[in-house]
Structures are given as structure tokens and as C-alpha cells.
């Protein structure tokens, strides 16, 4: 996984540095942009992975939950650089209405840039398809609109050069509203994780099946789930024969988990409430 992050996170590198010394030789605003995006992708790219790893660690004594939340952190901290450039941007390009000048190495730079980060694409698709993580298929998302933004970007300035400097700036805002999205994507993740939204219906019913059939069980109710990262944590009430031991109760809980464990993967957590059955 290491080593496949890493040429992503250097292809990426080289694809930025493209876009900025192409900006600064041309003057072109739209490859600026596009090449201060790149710039970020490789920072997140850099900060995914070392939430991620972080977030896998076990729970301790300073964090006895877990440190799945720092999934969360990851995507949290990418909006708020993401929404500082983007006003860098567009506060940029409202300053060059009146003049502007784009040269046409700006077409040449943001054509090699694209191909660098097509092949980028390419490698962290694969990467995230092998591990199931919040920051790493923010990443890959949004590598992929990256694409598109950059064939976007050449197309801006072929126009640039060739009919008015005014498609420059114009195509700098559509980069802008590409960040914008992105950063309305990681903050509907992130408030779906910090305010406990129901990952989803079926999940609940799912479990609620689960527990009804494990043999024992009486009733249950009060079955919860929520998501942090990619981390389930799930409580509830199981109503048991009133005259069971302790002892039994408690293995029977057990038996609970092991099944709900066995049966749906990313659940990290499970708490038992036993009740008597009247
Ligand atoms: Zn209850
Ligand atoms: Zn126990």
C-alpha cells in the first residue's frame, strides 16, 4: 500500500509543479488554480494516509473509543485549506478583470500536467479500492474530478490564447466551483459522522434480524448505529428470560455480538443492555 501511495503522492507533486511554473511563466490565473488544487490533493493525499493509519490504531487510555475520528479530522482539515485557496482564487481573478495576459506556454504546460495526473488517477483508484476508508475515497474522488478539471483548465486556455484573455479567469472560477463542491462533499460526510446520522434503514433491520434470531433473545429494542470514518458502533437492549443466571445473561450478550460481528464487517463496537422479559 506504501509504495503505491507514494508514486500517487510524487506523480501528483510533479503535476502541481507543472501547473505553478506554467502559471508563472504564462500568467495564466486558470493553471495557477488548478495547480494550487494539486497542491492540496497532495497535502490531503499525505494527510489521509496518516489519519488513516492513526485512526486504525486501538483504543488507549487518552482515547477509549478508538481514534476513529480521525478519519473525520482528515476530511475536516482538507475543507478548511480547500476554502482558504478557493478565496485566494477568486479574490485573484476579480483583481485581473480590467487586464490580464495569458501566453501560449500555458497550453503546453497544462496539457503535460494533465497526462502526469491521469496516470496519478489511475494508481490511487487502485489503491482505495483494497481499503475501505472515509479520507482515502475523499481522496480518490476527488483526484478524479481533479481530471476533469484539468482537461477543463486546457481547454480555458487554448481558448485564452486564442480569443480573450476573459476565458482565463472564467475557467479559474469554474476550478474555484469545483473546490466549492468538493468541500460541500466532505462536509456532508463529516456532518453524518459528528451528528450521528443512521448510516442506513436496512443496516438497523438488518442487526434487529441478527438479534431476534439468536436463540435466547426474547425482545430487544433501542438498536442504534452510528459511523465515524468508516467505524459502526452499535448499542442496544435485548430483553432475556427474567430467571437466567447472570452468568448465562452475559454469555448470551456475547453470542449477540459475536453474531452481529461475524455477519457485518466494520463494527468495532458493541454494547449490550440486558433487561428481564416480563
Ligand atoms: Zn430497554
Ligand atoms: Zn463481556
Same mark, same amino acid.
Do not use: W
Given at each position: 500500500?506504501?509504495?503505491? +501511495? ?6 501528483? $507533486?510533479l503535476a502541481?509543479f507543472t501547473k505553478?511554473v506554467g $502559471? ?8 495557477? =488554480? /488548478? ?9 490531503? !493525499? ?15 487510555? #487518552? ?7 480521525? &478519519? ?25 478583470? #480590467?487586464?490580464?495576459?495569458?501566453? @501560449?506556454l500555458s497550453i503546453y504546460f497544462s496539457a503535460i500536467s494533465t497526462a502526469i495526473l491521469?496516470?496519478?488517477? @489511475? ?15 475523499? &481522496? ?5 474530478? /481533479?481530471?476533469?478539471?484539468s482537461?477543463?483548465?486546457l481547454?480555458? %486556455? +487554448? ?12 475557467? =479559474?472560477?469554474?476550478? =474555484?466551483?469545483?473546490?466549492? @463542491? ?7 460526510? +463529516? ?16 442487526? #434487529?434480524?441478527? %438479534? ?17 470514518? /468508516? ?25 449477540? &455480538? /459475536?453474531? !452481529? ?5 466494520? !463494527? ?11
Amino acid at each position: 500500500m506504501i509504495p503505491l +501511495i507514494l508514486v500517487a503522492i510524487l506523480l501528483s $507533486a510533479l503535476a502541481a509543479f507543472t501547473k505553478m511554473v506554467g $502559471a508563472l511563466i504564462s500568467g495564466s490565473i486558470a493553471l495557477l =488554480a /488548478d495547480g494550487a488544487d494539486s497542491i492540496i490533493n497532495i497535502g490531503s !493525499i499525505a494527510l489521509a494516509t496518516y489519519m488513516f493509519t492513526r485512526s486504525r490504531k486501538p483504543p488507549d487510555a #487518552e482515547h477509549p473509543y478508538g481514534h476513529y475520528g480521525f &478519519e473525520v479530522l482528515s476530511a475536516t482539515l482538507t475543507s478548511i485549506v480547500m476554502a482558504i485557496v478557493m478565496s485566494f482564487i477568486i479574490s485573484t481573478t476579480i483583481s485581473r478583470l #480590467e487586464h490580464h495576459e495569458v501566453s @501560449y506556454l500555458s497550453i503546453y504546460f497544462s496539457a503535460i500536467s494533465t497526462a502526469i495526473l491521469i496516470s496519478s488517477v @489511475y494508481l490511487f483508484h487502485r489503491i482505495s479500492g483494497k481499503y475501505s476508508s472515509l479520507a482515502l475515497r475523499a &481522496e480518490t474522488r476527488h483526484l478524479a474530478a /481533479d481530471i476533469l478539471e484539468s482537461v477543463i483548465v486546457l481547454t480555458g %486556455v +487554448i481558448l485564452a490564447v486564442s480569443l480573450s484573455y476573459l476565458y482565463d479567469l472564467i475557467t =479559474a472560477l469554474i476550478v =474555484a466551483a469545483f473546490m466549492v @463542491y468538493g468541500i460541500a462533499l466532505n462536509l456532508k460526510e +463529516i456532518s453524518e459522522s459528528i451528528t450521528y446520522k443512521l448510516p442506513s434503514r436496512t443496516l438497523q433491520n438488518t442487526i #434487529e434480524s441478527i %438479534v431476534r434470531s439468536t436463540p435466547g433473545i426474547i425482545e430487544c429494542h433501542a438498536i442504534r448505529v452510528r459511523r465515524l470514518g /468508516d467505524a459502526l458502533f452499535v448499542d442496544m437492549h435485548i430483553l432475556v428470560d427474567p430467571k437466567l443466571s447472570i452468568e448465562d445473561a452475559h454469555k448470551l450478550a456475547h453470542r449477540v &455480538e /459475536d453474531f !452481529i460481528k461475524s455477519s457485518i464487517k466494520n !463494527i468495532k463496537d458493541i454494547v449490550i443492555h440486558i433487561e428481564p422479559a416480563k
